[in-house]
């Protein structure tokens, strides 16, 4: 397929630049009369995370022209600094890592085509070009390699310039493209600087239409050399409610703040998606204390030192797939906040937002979560003490059975590998939950002891719980990006449809 082709080729074309491209680049037309290599006319690369020493991914929206030669391999080169965590730091082998989308037109939201990267083991993963969740030789393969050096080199090979024919060398359409890594494969250096990235582009050969052939016309190549810089954030942000789960055409929306903790004013404040999926996207800023909107959709706000601003997010999914219903299952979309340059780290279940979607409805539990101390941090005051938490939750979408369990974590969902490099918070808790009543807040059925509430969760039905987290003799320090308590609502199939937490810590509240 030229689909795979123009994907990767876009992914390559755009660079690994903070902000893209300087100066556009054009390589002399091949001896065959193609269109050689031709630096597009719009790029954006976007980093998840600049901070340094944290998990990082990417996304990058660029574009391909008719014409143009095909990629045969693309070779992006990070320096050693960087730490890489395997492409099955995120899950077991054939985990979604990244995807590949590419617009025709803008009558619709999101790509018009959408192709799922998945791992293959530590080194390895392919890109799905033909849906159907299995690996074959001629679909685009990416590998992991060292240089001697030490620099971490990723190879991406195009066979037969991604469209699995050797008789045509060029693109035949054109197209905007995006892609994206999710993060967690890399760790940003441990120390801020600015860092080098390497791009080496080689096409199919003119002359066979596949991998050099070492005889006639050679390949064409293009070489860049861009800078990353990695620094700390003073901003910070989070989404409520965490997960949202949908039918396809609905909008599903959600909470978020941008804290800004700096001496100066955080200019151009803007929010996007960094996960490439299908569905369109929108923010808006809204009064913290009513929720009203105020300002204008999409557009980009200065936030002053010391302060904050709430947002409205809002995404509605479409069928993830061309011409296909296949469900959206839940993934942990990244968003991109993005003031001054500047970005705050992104934390799984703080500031993402797990979304999933398909043609038939499901449960859809919007809950919150409240302390004693007002601020989202439960305080125990002591490592074997025991602390309650507030819930309230409303099921916005279908009727069905649910379990409701509060767990230790890192992104919903997930109570086991720690996130690419960030450790989980230690096994010092102790935790239970139960159903409470409406008018005194007592459990119904149990004394607080259980592990988990199970059963029908009705349409619009609003329910209340307590959550109880002991500690077993451990200090917990109060890191809030790290140490969470999360409640999620989870489906017989295991699909997380409601999610929420707090921070915890064993130190006193603040007086």
């Known amino acids: 397929m030229r689909i795979a082709a123009a994907i990767v080729g876009g992914l390559v074309l755009a660079g690994c630049a903070e902000l893209g491209?300087?100066?556009?680049?054009?390589?002399?037309?091949?001896?065959?009369?193609?269109?050689?290599?031709?630096?597009?006319?719009?790029?954006?690369?976007?980093?998840?995370?600049?901070?340094?020493?944290?998990?990082?991914?990417?996304?990058?929206?660029s574009e391909i022209t008719v014409g143009q030669l095909q990629v045969y391999q693309a070779i992006i080169t990070l320096p050693s600094a960087y730490v890489f965590n395997g492409f099955d730091a995120l899950g077991p082998a054939g985990t979604r890592i990244g995807a590949y989308g590419f617009e025709f037109n803008s009558s619709s939201p999101g790509p018009d085509r959408l192709l799922p990267m998945y791992s293959i083991d530590n080194n390895s993963?392919?890109?799905?070009?033909?849906?159907?969740?299995?690996?074959?030789?001629?679909?685009?393969?990416?590998?992991?390699s060292l240089d001697n050096q030490q620099n971490h080199v990723i190879t991406i090979t195009l066979p037969r310039g991604g469209d699995g024919s050797t008789s045509s060398n060029t693109a035949d359409f054109s197209s905007d493209i995006m892609a994206s890594l999710r993060t967690g494969i890399f760790t940003n250096p441990a120390t801020a600087g600015v860092q080098a990235i390497q791009l080496n582009l080689i096409s199919v050969d003119p002359d066979s239409g596949d991998a050099n052939d070492n005889a006639g016309t050679a390949p064409d190549t293009l070489d860049f050399d861009r800078n990353i810089t990695t620094a700390s954030?003073?901003?910070s942000a989070s989404v409520l409610p965490s997960s949202r789960?949908?039918?396809?055409?609905?909008?599903?929306?959600?909470?978020?703040?941008?804290?800004n903790g700096g001496q100066t004013a955080a200019t151009g404040c803007e929010i996007s998606l960094l996960t490439v999926v299908k569905g369109g996207f929108s923010y808006q800023t809204t009064d913290a204390n009513t929720n009203a909107l105020?300002?204008?959709?999409?557009?980009?706000?200065?936030?002053p030192a010391g302060q904050s601003q709430s947002f409205v997010i809002?995404?509605?999914?479409?069928?993830?797939?061309?011409?296909?219903a296949i469900p959206f299952t839940p993934e942990d979309i990244e968003l991109f906040f993005n003031c001054s340059g500047q970005q705050p780290a992104l934390l799984p279940g703080v500031n993402t937002l797990l979304m999933s979607s398909g043609t038939v409805a499901t449960p859809d539990v919007v809950s919150i979560a409240a302390t004693n101390s007002g601020d989202g941090i439960l305080y125990l005051g002591g490592n074997t003490t025991t602390g309650a938490i507030g819930m309230a939750a409303i099921n916005v979408g279908a009727t069905g059975d649910l379990t409701i369990q509060p767990r230790r974590g890192a992104a919903p969902g997930s109570d086991g590998p720690d996130f690419a490099?960030?450790?989980?918070?230690?096994?010092?808790?102790?935790?239970?939950?139960?159903?409470?009543?409406?008018?005194n807040g007592q459990c119904l059925g149990n004394s607080g002891t259980s592990q988990t509430v199970s059963g029908s969760y009705a349409q619009n039905a609003v329910r209340t719980f307590t959550i109880l987290a002991k500690g077993n003799g451990e200090t917990i320090a109060n890191n809030p990006a790290i140490n969470r308590i999360f409640v999620d609502f989870v489906d017989s199939d295991g699909n997380v449809r409601g999610s929420t937490s707090v921070a915890v810590t064993t130190d006193a509240a603040p007086t």
């Open 21 to 61: 491209f300087d100066e556009p680049e054009t390589r002399a037309d091949g001896a065959d009369g193609t269109t050689a290599y031709t630096n597009p006319a719009t790029q954006t690369l976007q980093i998840s995370d600049l901070t340094p020493g944290r998990p990082m991914g990417f996304r990058i929206d």
């Open 125 to 144: 993963a392919y890109v799905d070009s033909s849906l159907d969740g299995t690996e074959n030789p001629l679909k685009p393969q990416v590998e992991y």
């Open 233 to 235: 954030s003073t901003l």
């Open 245 to 259: 789960s949908v039918t396809f055409g609905t909008t599903a929306t959600a909470f978020a703040t941008i804290a």
């Open 294 to 303: 105020t300002g204008t959709i999409n557009t980009p706000v200065d936030i």
């Open 314 to 324: 809002a995404f509605t999914p479409v069928q993830e797939f061309y011409n296909s």
């Open 421 to 439: 490099g960030v450790p989980l918070p230690p096994p010092g808790l102790q935790l239970s939950i139960c159903e409470t009543t409406g008018n």
